[in-house]
């Protein structure tokens, strides 16, 4: 089992910038794997970046050059920093983890809002 805990959502104004966390715990040697996702009203949940347990990252390509995802493996956290922020950004954005053996878990989501 794997528990992954999201926070620093909010309201922020276009151009402006966010920082989201992902506490992971349980079962972290498990873990292959750690990513966010977002889900906009009426649209499919997405991949925004993920980074592996070998340091490998990808992102999409609508916040390359925004969006930074990093990691701190001594407190299990997982962070996505969010500049330049856009209208479009506006989502529920969702912590995952990928197991090694496959499956996912998943955070609870943490709204971001970008209006002005």
């Known amino acids: 089992q794997v528990q992954l805990v999201e926070s620093g959502g909010g309201l922020v104004q276009p151009g402006g910038s966010l920082r989201l966390s992902c506490a992971a715990s349980g079962s972290i040697f498990s873990i292959n794997a750690m990513g966010w996702y977002r889900q906009a009203p009426g649209k499919q949940r997405e991949l925004v970046t993920a980074?592996?347990?070998?340091?490998?990252?990808n992102y999409a390509d609508s916040v390359k050059g925004r969006f930074t995802i990093s990691r701190d493996n001594a407190k299990n956290t997982v962070y996505l920093q969010m500049n330049s922020l856009k209208p479009e950004d506006t989502a529920v954005y969702y912590c995952n983890a990928r197991l090694v053996r496959g499956g996912d878990y998943w955070g609870q989501g943490t709204q971001v809002t970008v209006s002005s």
């Open positions: 980074i592996t347990r070998g340091g490998s990252i």
